[in-house]
């Protein structure tokens, strides 16, 4: 079974400053996708970034990359320049290429609150 | 936007009682999934559905059903419900390609059953 750990629950941090959130996985597949998703108060979820396990390079979206450790079992999100609108909740999921289907296994989320 | 469309935005109803939750997905995507967001027990998948077959099933209730239908959309069907049923409950489309496979969202239908 998948396992997806965020051991952050919440945290403060300044605006225009980097913020990293942590993830941590657990899978014994080899071919899985990471992903992240902002879920702001009025609590839709939006994709941020995807990394492949068998991506070479970590994922970049605008202000938004991925510090992807494989061997480690860790996916953390870095988030550069935090705005005011970066408030809001994230969550790491992980999906397993060779399961039947494509269901997302989701952490708990950590909350962050940018401080003006 | 996402382009995935969740009706109702808000559902409050009583204990015992039917609902039902409609999920259009994005233009061409041909699998949907359903999640529910609870306080307790985070984010936890309940079922997929690909071109009108179910595809895989997650902790999803016996007093919980769903379906796709032949335009694609979606419906989920929970019955008899209790207090602990009250969540948000998210759909969610792919287009279901071999390697990245993103889920996008709908903005989700608060349930409240009192």
């Known amino acids: 079974a998948q396992k997806i750990t965020q051991t952050q629950p919440g945290m403060f941090v300044q605006e225009k400053e980097a913020v990293t959130l942590d993830c941590t996985y657990d899978?014994?597949?080899?071919?899985?996708?990471l992903f992240w998703y902002k879920q702001p108060s009025s609590g839709e979820m939006i994709f941020l970034i995807y990394?492949?396990?068998?991506?070479?390079q970590n994922a970049t979206e605008g202000r938004y990359s991925l510090n992807f450790q494989k061997a480690r079992k860790s996916a953390n999100l870095v988030i550069s320049a935090s705005q005011l609108g970066d408030s809001a909740m994230y969550f790491c999921?992980?999906?397993?290429?060779?399961?039947?289907?494509?269901?997302?296994?989701f952490g708990g989320g950590t909350r962050v609150l940018v401080k003006p | 936007d996402s382009g995935v469309t969740q009706t109702p935005k808000h559902l409050i109803t009583a204990t015992g009682q039917r609902v039902t939750l409609r999920c259009s997905p994005r233009?061409?995507?041909?699998?949907v999934y359903w999640y529910q967001q609870s306080l307790d027990q985070g984010l936890q998948f309940l079922i997929q559905?690909?071109?009108?077959?179910?595809?895989a099933k997650g902790n999803i209730l016996e007093r919980f059903s769903a379906q796709q239908f032949p335009d694609l959309h979606s419906e989920l069907n929970l019955s008899s419900l209790e207090l602990g049923d009250s969540a948000l409950y998210f759909c969610?489309?792919?287009?279901?390609?071999?390697?990245?496979?993103?889920?996008?969202f709908g903005p989700g239908t608060r349930l409240t059953v009192l």
């Open positions: 969610a489309s792919s287009s279901q390609r071999r390697t990245r496979d993103t889920q996008y």
């Open positions: 899978t014994s597949d080899q071919s899985y996708g």
């Open positions: 990394q492949g396990s068998y991506d070479e």
């Open positions: 999921a992980m999906r397993v290429m060779k399961a039947a289907g494509n269901k997302l296994t």
């Open positions: 233009s061409g995507d041909l699998s």
């Open positions: 559905y690909y071109n009108g077959e179910e595809r």
